[in-house]
């Protein structure tokens, strides 16, 4: 086992181990958590409180976590000191128990790393950013029917504009950018621009891609959507899809299908939309007919602009969504936005196989501390960790008991202040709600 210098795993856990390309996971895994900065010190105990309950009451206690702590961000400084806000110790526990869970960070000021949150996925290939989308019954919406979306999406996690290759203007290393572009290969960029380089690669699109299309034909999804603005970055995100569209054929002949064949079998005339969930044929599932989908995976294309329109108007024609790293940010809270905002957005950074569990949302320090926010963000990013385990008793108890929760009308100031004849609580007493909502 590694050694660490300023953290120690419990002693009464074991750690999960990876066996034949699986996840080994043991009835007492040792899971690293980070508080996290701000608004964490509410909303990890909460989420603790709410974890350790499922699965204690989903597998009557013959299941349990064994937690160990360790430090990023503003707490880390703290116990490492000055300029130690991603530690070696950190870094090191989550290469070696594999699995983990964290608040949000706050961003260092001044130099050192850009975010600590991409640095964590670069520094240890957490290629996908994992983020589901769906509406809780009872969740105030802007949306007519927030209930049409379900979406997951799948945000490449270390390249694009995030790979944090750029120049400030008039650094003299922005000032040789221009002048080779502009004297070598002939185009005309301002000579008082900054300059940023946006890398996409095979490499980088198609691991993402390949753990998209997995997960939808593991979760039983209808579709994968690849989300790009390919007509006008053809090199770039125009190649993301290209390369995609190739994995999916190449990789999964037999359980996808293009759009553009589904079209083909079809031979429609009239226009007609070709079938985006599963199920429309069921009952002529004895002999399929022409533009019948099956259950192959539809694998389709949309531009970004269009895609942003589409998940307001026809969010319930989308399963998975498959996206560079910049787009993925734009749509999945903008997707949020439709069933009650960041509060209720879970996620996750996924690799091969270590998984890092997250809030989606900020540090909000000005209500660090006042016991006040909502912690669902954080407790359904545990949901998700719950489920990577395949420990699914446990997180589907916790989503029926956070719904029971809304539905009473119980919930904390975010949620309170847009739903008639609901009774505010506190952040910890939301979670008590839940826990006693299990069921």
Same mark, same amino acid.
């Given at each position: 086992?590694?050694?660490? #210098?300023?953290?120690?795993?419990?002693?009464?856990?074991?750690?999960?181990?990876? #066996?034949?390309?699986? !996840?080994?996971?043991?009835?007492?895994?040792?899971?690293?958590?980070?508080?996290?900065?701000?608004?964490?010190?509410?909303?990890?105990?909460?989420?603790?409180?709410? !974890?350790?309950?499922?699965?204690?009451?989903?597998?009557?206690?013959?299941?349990?976590?064994?937690?160990?702590?360790?430090?990023?961000?503003?707490?880390?400084?703290?116990?490492?000191? #000055?300029?130690?806000?991603?530690?070696?110790?950190?870094?090191?526990?989550?290469?070696?128990?594999?699995?983990?869970?964290?608040?949000?960070?706050?961003?260092?000021?001044?130099?050192?790393?850009?975010?600590?949150? %991409?640095?964590?996925?670069? *520094? !240890?290939?957490?290629?996908?950013? *994992?983020?589901? *989308?769906?509406?809780?019954?009872?969740?105030?919406?802007?949306? %007519?029917?927030?209930?049409?979306?379900?979406?997951?999406?799948?945000?490449?996690?270390?390249?694009? *504009?995030?790979?944090?290759?750029?120049?400030?203007?008039?650094?003299?290393?922005?000032?040789?950018?221009?002048?080779?572009?502009?004297?070598?290969?002939?185009?005309?960029?301002?000579?008082?621009?900054?300059?940023?380089?946006?890398?996409?690669?095979?490499?980088?699109?198609?691991? !993402?891609?390949?753990?998209a299309i997995k997960y939808a034909i593991a979760e039983g999804r209808g579709s994968v959507t690849f989300m790009h603005k390919g007509n006008i970055m053809k090199y770039t995100e125009g190649a993301f899809k290209d390369w995609g569209y190739q994995l999916a054929v190449d990789e999964f002949r037999d359980q996808i299908i293009t759009e553009a064949e589904l079209w083909d079998e079809t031979r429609a005339e009239d226009g007609v939309t070709p079938i985006t969930k599963p199920g429309a044929f069921a009952h002529l599932r004895g002999g399929r007919p022409a533009g019948d989908p099956g259950d192959r995976i539809i694998v389709k294309d949309r531009i970004a602009d269009s895609m942003f329109q589409q998940i307001q108007t026809r969010a319930n024609e989308y399963d998975v969504v498959c996206t560079p790293n910049l787009n993925g940010d734009y749509i999945s809270d903008a997707a949020a936005a439709q069933v009650g905002g960041l509060g209720m957005a879970p996620g996750a950074n996924i690799g091969d196989f270590i998984g890092l569990f997250e809030a989606t949302h900020g540090t909000a320090p000005k209500y660090a501390g006042q016991d006040k926010v909502n912690p669902g963000s954080l407790m359904l990013s545990g949901v998700m960790m719950l489920n990577y385990i395949e420990w699914r008793e446990a997180g589907r108890m916790i989503e029926k008991a956070i719904e029971r929760t809304i539905e009473a009308k119980t919930v904390t100031y975010d949620l309170h202040r847009q739903m008639e004849g609901a009774t505010k609580v506190s952040c910890s007493g939301y979670a008590e709600e839940i826990v006693k909502n299990m069921a």
């Open positions: 086992m590694t050694k660490f #210098e300023r953290v120690s795993p419990p002693e009464n856990g074991t750690p999960i181990t990876i #066996e034949n390309d699986r !996840l080994k996971v043991p009835d007492d895994p040792i899971i690293p958590f980070i508080r996290g900065d701000g608004i964490g010190i509410d909303i990890w105990p909460a989420t603790k409180r709410v !974890l350790d309950a499922a699965v204690e009451k989903a597998y009557q206690g013959r299941r349990r976590i064994s937690w160990m702590k360790i430090y990023a961000g503003d707490e880390a400084v703290e116990k490492y000191g #000055e300029g130690q806000y991603l530690p070696e110790d950190t870094l090191n526990a989550i290469k070696e128990f594999i699995v983990a869970i964290k608040g949000p960070l706050t961003t260092p000021v001044g130099g050192g790393h850009r975010s600590l949150n %991409v640095t964590l996925r670069q *520094v !240890l290939n957490l290629y996908a950013c *994992v983020r589901p *989308v769906r509406w809780f019954k009872g969740v105030p919406s802007p949306a %007519v029917h927030p209930e049409r979306m379900d979406i997951i999406i799948f945000r490449e996690n270390t390249e694009d *504009v995030y790979a944090g290759i750029e120049w400030q203007q008039g650094s003299e290393e922005a000032n040789r950018m221009i002048e080779f572009i502009n004297k070598e290969l002939g185009k005309n960029i301002r000579l008082d621009s900054g300059i940023g380089i946006k890398p996409i690669s095979i490499t980088g699109t198609k691991q !993402l891609a390949r753990k």
